[in-house]
């Protein structure tokens, strides 16, 4: 018979958490006789417990909370690149299996979503809902932690199996904690169906424990909703209604035929419940009024500003966050965002760099389609301008006039930036990221000067990016990651998300419900100084619905999803190459997406590469488990 191990070790480390303000309660028995009872013997261990299992959302192990993560979730797709590590992206690569699961196992550097860690979160977590009723109590307000510690468990188990959900399909669905003599050869996995019907009775249950309010930090019943939103959304989309024709009627990854339009319907309630304030007051940081027909500079710096402050708030949350993940600066949570990210001419890392097809999708700033063969139709490799051009026509440099997102989320050549490290000042252009290479003559050949944030710069070299940009967006301008950890909050639920949900639920729906999607969708436009779009045909408008979600949740998580949602990741996987660029002494400058440079080489090649697989290991361990098809 085969048992299933649980980890008790985890517990002991609650219990140590617990011991500062505990030490009464530890008292009464040794540390070596630790057990169960003791651990559910005091209200306040209880919650120390929950604390950790908050730590370990996501499917986590201990090297980062979340999204705040080394290696970012969108360098598995088409938005960035993780430099340090880009085969771990096996669904890239053509290699995931069973045997070959990179970013999604235990040692898989930086990665998360790790199904043997999300159930030892479950398991925790239904150990806390099993003993907690139990729990003695003193006071009133001990009543109240009691009770929203379990609308807590709740909304970190339905968040714990939506990510199951949305990453392997249908889930070992299990209520209660399993015990050393469970024979875990009886555990199957559910449909889709009934994993997401298990996921939203959670999240009801959550929703009527907690309050509109809560310690910042802690889920409150609108962070429930918005999971629910988020999880609908999913269940709503094509890879789990059939886009896979082959599979269609495979329980683990489909829903029933017919099930799409009420799942629609579904999602876009559960976006609007939040919009209506049902579950606590939320808004979009900024303006949502139309912007100017023709932004100033000073425009431009302003909405960029807005948009850049929702990732770098620190204390008091804004009105646009319904939930996140607080890093103070020494001790608990750890956010390394700055050095995992910056430059390497700041003696940061340098990891996940944005594509040149993902910063080609950034907008002008007056809303129309940015084009690179403006100037030479047809060539989308180079672009060139002499200094009497540039200065005639700023737009030929193709980072001028952008709009004011792309600002926030990228760090390019010439881009503003830090103060440079005293080994760094002096070094022209001052504080500006520097990923060109400067020559004395046109026709030279070898560059007088390497830009300090290159692979040949003359600081961490090895640290720079290999195709031309950096991420901005998660960064925090007033640390220096050489020194110091990010104490900028990660923001997992914002309204914009519920908008843009709401948004895409409704023009999937069509009829009367698409304007009312394209509406919500130009809320989000307008906060970032975009004009309304525009129309009256479902698929332009689908198109203008995804084309949003890729800029506004740029670097955030979201793209691993919508992309295999969509089932367009065979389209928009392609090899990554660098950008190179070259100014020269008389102004000339020369910018070349360089297909002789490969930075990473990628291909999405089998539908199979939308679920990820159950390992080997766990096959082996319970193979009555289904496996996920075309393993």
């Known amino acids: 018979m085969k048992k299933l191990n649980f980890n008790i070790s985890a517990l002991i480390i609650f219990m140590m958490i617990a011991v500062s303000c505990q030490e009464d309660i530890l008292d009464k028995k040794a540390v070596d006789t630790f057990n169960e009872q003791l651990a559910f013997s005091d209200i306040n261990v209880v919650n120390a417990y929950l604390g950790k299992c908050y730590d370990r959302m996501g499917g986590n192990t201990d090297d980062g909370i979340l ?59 239904n150990r806390i809902l099993a003993n907690v009723d139990a729990v003695p109590t003193t006071s009133s307000p001990q009543d109240d932690l009691k009770k929203q510690i379990i609308g807590e468990a709740y909304f970190i188990r339905a968040y714990e199996y939506g990510t199951l959900l949305m990453v392997y399909g249908g889930a070992v669905l299990k209520d209660e904690p399993y015990k050393l003599e469970d024979d875990f050869t009886s555990a199957k996995r559910s449909s889709l169906k009934e994993t997401l019907d298990f996921i939203l009775k959670d999240i009801q249950s959550a929703i009527d424990i907690l309050p509109a309010s809560m310690e910042q930090g802690r889920a409150n019943r609108a962070a429930a909703a918005a999971l629910k939103s988020r999880v609908l959304l999913f269940c709503a989309s094509k890879l789990t209604n059939g886009g896979w024709t082959e599979q269609a009627s495979n329980a683990l990854i489909s829903f029933p035929a017919g099930s799409q339009q009420a799942l629609l319907q579904q999602a876009r309630d559960a976006a609007k419940d939040v919009m209506d304030g049902k579950y606590g007051t939320f808004s979009l940081v900024g303006t949502v009024n139309d912007p100017p027909a023709v932004l100033t500079e000073a425009d431009v710096k302003n909405y960029s500003d807005t948009y850049f402050s929702i990732f770098n708030q620190k204390a008091g949350w804004n009105s646009e966050t319904i939930w996140g993940i607080q890093f103070p600066l020494s001790g608990g949570n750890v956010n390394n965002a700055n050095i995992w990210y910056g430059p390497n001419g700041y003696h940061n890392w340098g990891n996940n760099n944005p594509t040149e097809p993902a910063v080609r999708r950034f907008e002008m700033a007056d809303g129309s389609k940015f084009q690179w063969d403006k100037y030479k139709p047809g060539d989308m490799d180079l672009r060139t301008a002499t200094a009497t051009e540039m200065a005639s ?40 990221i520097q990923t060109g290479y400067y020559f004395k003559n046109v026709g030279d050949e070898t560059p007088y000067k390497s830009g300090i944030d290159t692979r040949q710069g003359l600081i961490e070299a090895w640290n720079g990016t290999k195709n031309g940009y950096y991420i901005k967006k998660l960064l925090d301008p007033t640390s220096a990651g050489q020194y110091f950890r990010n104490t900028n909050t990660w923001v997992e639920f914002r309204y914009a998300e519920i908008l843009m949900n ?38 332009v408008a689908r198109e203008y619905v995804r084309h949003e979600r890729n800029i506004e949740f740029f670097g955030e998580g979201h793209r691993f999803y919508d992309i295999r949602r969509w089932m367009i990741a065979e389209q928009v996987i392609e090899n990554v190459y660098g950008m190179r660029i070259e100014h020269y002494d008389n102004g000339y400058t020369i910018w070349k997406h360089n297909k002789t440079d490969k930075a990473d080489d990628r291909s999405f090649s089998d539908k199979k590469f939308y679920w990820v697989p159950l390992s080997r290991d766990e096959m082996n361990k319970a193979p009555q488990l289904q496996q996920n098809p075309g393993y």
């Not at 990179?102 to 930086?110: E, P």
């Not at 026509?393 to 930036?417: I, K, M, Q, S, T």
Request: aromatic share 8%.
């Open 502 to 539: 709401y948004a895409e639920a409704c023009i999937e729906l069509g009829g009367s419900d698409l304007q009312k999607g394209i509406d919500a969708m130009n809320m989000v436009r307008n906060r970032a100084g975009l004009p309304d779009r525009v129309t009256a045909d479902q698929a």
């Open 393 to 432: 026509d700023p737009l030929r440099n193709p980072y001028n006039g952008r709009e004011p997102r792309f600002y926030a989320c990228v760090l390019y050549d010439g881009a503003p930036w830090q103060q440079r490290p005293s080994d760094a000042a002096g070094l022209e252009p001052d504080n500006k």
């Open 67 to 125: 999204g705040a993560r080394e290696d970012l979730l969108d360098s598995g797709t088409d938005l960035l690149l993780c430099i340090h590590r880009p085969a771990n992206y096996v669904m890239l690569k053509g290699t995931m299996s069973p045997d070959q699961l990179g970013f999604f196992t235990d040692d898989g550097k930086g990665g998360y979503l790790r199904w043997n860690n999300l159930y030892r979160n479950i398991q925790d977590i």
